[in-house]
Structure formats: structure tokens, C-alpha cells
């Protein structure tokens, strides 16, 4: 048993006033309170957060966690470990591994080693596709009864609109969403950056916006056709967003999400780098235009959900000449800091619920986890507790995750988690903060 106290109750919607002590027994949320107004449990281990955020567990829609058959750049154990030592408590781990999550005994082997970590909670994405082939529909219905959370072939669009369109159906049925990778891939092929400046005077192969945007189009006629959930990741362009924010107008089951790096950094940034690969993701970093779009698609809602998109490489893949190198951003253990820190910086555009929900209530409602994503008496005891006053540096080489390459390599960023707890559970705790916690 836990007793929380002194800290400021974020529930999954709103940031209650005053300061709070919680009760945590059996995994689960036992009792809430005004501070100091009630007796201590007996045997009870006390956590004083000092006035810190108290939110629910956060929630990464979209990681890679490379197993099975890519542990060289992340495994299971290290990803589970990497995203609480971040703040999340639970992390969708995409299905383009090798070989790729398409059937019920591969769901089962992520769930398994996701539980060995004894870290953030693990969720399997399934793969749409037998192999991420595009060929034929993998089988969903096994996976789903196995315990994969949602289903996306991402890293590659779902090759047609026929079988997005089948797949969307038999989702639907299954009560679960399909998470698509925008990307049309005719007009990406080779590209190295954004369509824009940078490729204009680098010489360097651009993607268009128009590739992000057409997919985008793609799943939101077809999502008005089968009235399915349809969630777009990582979206980077202005103009997806705007067509994301007409088609909720309209009343289509459409979410969307979007990353931290284009939120925070743009194309010129490749270029003021000397092209270090660090900066090269797919898809792209954008103009300064479409980040400022996100900030907006943030503040009206039109932007469900913050995902990371942590893309791990070894230092042999990432330490290359910018056109060599792989395409990926690694984030999990910073993601949450590098959010906040540009709230911060830009004046706090709009109320730090509207932020925390991008992190708890909106992932787990595309998820349709009714489960996750919230506080209050009775609910999972996954809890995030956010120091949003503390500076500290990004050091990869303290990283949990197996990354070791990253654009905000010692930036001071203030705002980080400073506690995760899963199911009652301290599964990671700051150890340079003053906060008083014990690991289970």
C-alpha cells in the first residue's frame, strides 16, 4: 500500500484545485482526498510529491521497440525501461520488427517479455498485413483475442485502398481502430528531407507534403465510407492537419497524432546541424509554417494524441553521412520534457490540461482503453508525476534505451517526469529530484 501526498490531481480531464493525497492498494486507486484530511494507513509507504503534477500514467501510442529480431537497436526490456524512465506507463510497440507481429503467437511473445521488464506496460501493435506485405489481410481476429491493442502496418502505408478499406471493416468489428502511416510512397522514393529549402540548396531528394496529404485524403474518404476509426500518425504538414480538422467537423471517426520532434524542430535545423543525421526522420522535418500548424492542431483539438514515433538505431546505422544514414528520431526518455519545455518557452499557449490529456485521456481513447488514461477512486493506479519547475540535460549515454543518438543531445529542458508507477507500482523514479519514493 502507498500513500501519495502533496500533490497537484491532474485527472485525465481536469487539474483539481488545492493539493491532494492519494491511497494506492492492490494496483488500483483506493481513495482520494484533500491533503491532511485523513489518517495515514497503516504500513502505508509514504511518497511526499511536494506540490508536484500528479497525472495518469502517460500513454506512447507509437514506439519502436525493434524485437523481435532487431535487439541490437532496442529490445523489449530496454524500450519498457526507456519509456518509464521517460514517464510513460504503458507503450505501443509497433509491429515492424522481424520477424513482423502478423499472428496471435508474436502478439503473445511482446505481451510476455513486456511483463518480464517489470517496467512500463507493453501493448503489441498488429500488423494490417500478413508480413506488412500489403498482400492479404493478416489475422486480426487472432491477434486481437491475444491482446493487440491496435493495428497499423506503420512504417509503410496499407498498400491499397481496397484492403485499408476491408481492414477498416473487420476492425471496426473487432471494436479496435487502424493506425495509418501517411505516405505516398510514389513520390517519396529516396527522399532524404523535406521538399523545400533545404532540398533546394542541398541538392538532397525531398518529399512533398503532398505525399503526407494525399494519404491523409485517402483515409478520411475511406473512413467517412465505413464509419471505422481511423487514427493518421505522426503527422508533420499544415494542410493534414487542416483536413483532419474538416473531416471532425464533418463527424468522421478520425484521430490523428503528432510527434515531439515536429513540434519542435524544423528543416533549417538540418542544414545549422551540418546535415547531422540525428535530424533525418521519416516523415521529414517540416518548414517552420507546418510546425506552427501542430501548435495550433494542438490547441483546438484537432491533435488527439502525442506519440513519439522513438525510432532506435545502433551507432553503425545513425553515425553516418546524412544521405547513409537511417531514418528515425530517438525520444522516449526526453519526449515528454521536450513538450513541455517548448510550452513553456512559448508562454503557455493554452492550459496545461489540454497538454496533459495529449499524453493520458486522448491515447487511451484511441485505444478505447476506458481503463487507462485517468485518476480517480477505483481506477489503475498508473500514475505520472511531473516536476514541471525541473531543468536538467539530455544525456543518452544515461539512457535506459539502447540509443545513443539524439537531436537534443544536451539541450537543458525544463518540466520532466519525475515518478512512473504502474498498477501501484514505482517503476521508475528520479534519482536527482528531491521527491521521497521508494522502487517496488
Known sequence: MKWLVNGRLFDGELLREGLCDLVIDKGRVAKIAPAGRFVPPEGATRIDLDG????????????????PGQEWREDIISGSRA?????FATV?????????IDRSSLVRYVLERGQSAGAARVLPAGSVTKGRHGQELAEMWFMANEGAAIFTDDGLPVSTAHLLRTALLYADDLGMAIMEHPEELSLTKDAQVNDGPCAARSGLKGAPKAAELIAVERGIALAKDTGAHLHLTHLSA????????????????????????????????????????????NPPLRTAHDLEALWEGLADGTVDAIATDHAPYHLDEKDLPFQEAASGIASLECAVAVVLDAWLKRGKPFGIERLLRLFTAGPASVLRKSDLGRIEEGSVADITALDIGRERRVEAKRWESKARITPWEGAALCGWPVMTM????????????????ERD
Open 52 to 67: 508536484r503534477i500528479l497525472a495518469p500514467g502517460f500513454i506512447d501510442l507509437h514506439a519502436h521497440l525493434r524485437d
Open 83 to 87: 519509456a518509464a524512465a521517460g514517464g
Open 92 to 100: 505501443v510497440a509497433m509491429p515492424n520488427t522481424d520477424p513482423p
Open 238 to 281: 499544415k494542410e493534414s492537419l487542416e483536413a483532419v480538422r474538416r473531416a471532425k467537423k464533418d463527424g468522421i471517426n478520425i484521430t490523428c497524432d503528432v510527434t515531439p520532434h515536429h513540434l519542435t524542430l524544423d528543416e533549417s535545423l538540418i542544414e545549422k546541424s551540418g546535415y547531422s543525421a540525428a535530424y533525418k526522420v
Open 422 to 437: 504502474r498498477e501501484g507500482k514505482v517503476i521508475w523514479v528520479d534519482g536527482d529530484s528531491r521527491l521521497h519514493a
